[in-house]
């Protein structure tokens, strides 16, 4: 699919990776749907794109939300008359041990609570099915083909510290496969991308430098990933019509 004057819907791009592919593919000549749970963040990054040349119509949406999630997708395409691309990118982090146990006593102090797991399930799962229900079903009434792109993780292998997360993420790579065979008959494309660590603002200013060092040293290519080359993924996957029913791990070689 040629990216230039398609209609490209981003979900949790106020920030963070989602907002480096809406300034790309902005580049690229598309019209960019920021959308996050963030109104005035949704603004902020409506107002840059455009100002630096790009398009782009902001739509705040919380993904967990069926009602406003369907919202979301009518009003894409009311506002441009398409939607061509949806990236289900929106997710939160709630980490912790599904038990904490005192090393001297031997005696659980502490558990996974159910708000964790749910919140996360929440938003990175459930978010990721309406989203992706809803752009699908915007598609196949506009009778054109159109690439869906769920956002999932190199946790998706399981990551200690992160079963919320990780069982997300897992469901989320299934679904990317699943929907390629249900959605193939009405040429729209389904393919995922499974970050590994990059060099977000997020995990910049969170992590702990003794800690980023120690994910560096373990990662093969030996660095963090860049928000740009996560664009560079995507606008692969949009453009190369091959590429359907994977997820395409852009980790730098680390299996969690």
């Known amino acids: 699919m040629d990216i230039n004057k398609?209609?490209?819907?981003?979900?949790g791009s106020a920030g963070g990776l989602g907002k480096s592919m809406a300034?790309?593919?902005?580049?690229?000549?598309?019209?960019?749907i920021i959308s996050d749970i963030r109104a005035e963040a949704?603004?902020?990054?409506?107002?840059?794109?455009?100002?630096?040349?790009?398009?782009?119509i902001g739509i705040p949406?919380?993904?967990?939300n069926e009602g406003e999630v369907e919202n979301l997708m009518k009003t894409a395409v009311a506002k441009t008359g398409s939607l061509d691309v949806a990236i289900l990118n929106a997710g939160i982090l709630r980490d912790g041990l599904l038990v904490k146990v005192d090393r001297e006593t031997g005696k659980v102090k502490g558990k996974m609570s159910l708000e964790q797991w749910q919140s996360v399930i929440d938003v990175n799962l459930t978010g990721v099915f309406l989203t992706g229900r809803e752009a699908a079903a915007q598609m196949i009434e506009q009778k054109k083909p159109g690439v869906i792109i769920p956002i999932a993780s190199v946790a998706m292998h399981g990551n200690p510290g992160q079963t919320n997360y990780s069982a997300a993420k897992a469901g989320v790579a299934a679904m990317t496969k699943l929907w390629a065979h249900e959605l193939s008959r009405f040429k729209?494309?389904?393919a995922g991308i499974a970050p590994g660590f990059i060099a977000t603002d997020m995990v910049m200013k969170d992590m702990k430098p003794e800690a980023l060092e120690?994910?560096?040293a373990i990662i093969p290519i030996g660095r963090l990933g860049e928000s740009e080359e996560i664009f560079k993924t995507a606008e692969f996957i949009v453009e190369n019509e091959l590429i359907c029913g994977v997820v395409i791990e852009a980790s730098g070689g680390i299996k969690i």
């Open 6 to 11: 398609k209609t490209i819907l981003i979900t």
């Open 23 to 32: 300034e790309g593919f902005a580049r690229k000549g598309a019209t960019v």
């Open 42 to 56: 949704v603004e902020k990054t409506v107002s840059e794109i455009n100002s630096s040349g790009g398009k782009a």
């Open 61 to 64: 949406a919380n993904v967990s």
């Open 188 to 190: 729209i494309r389904v």
């Open 214 to 216: 120690k994910w560096k």
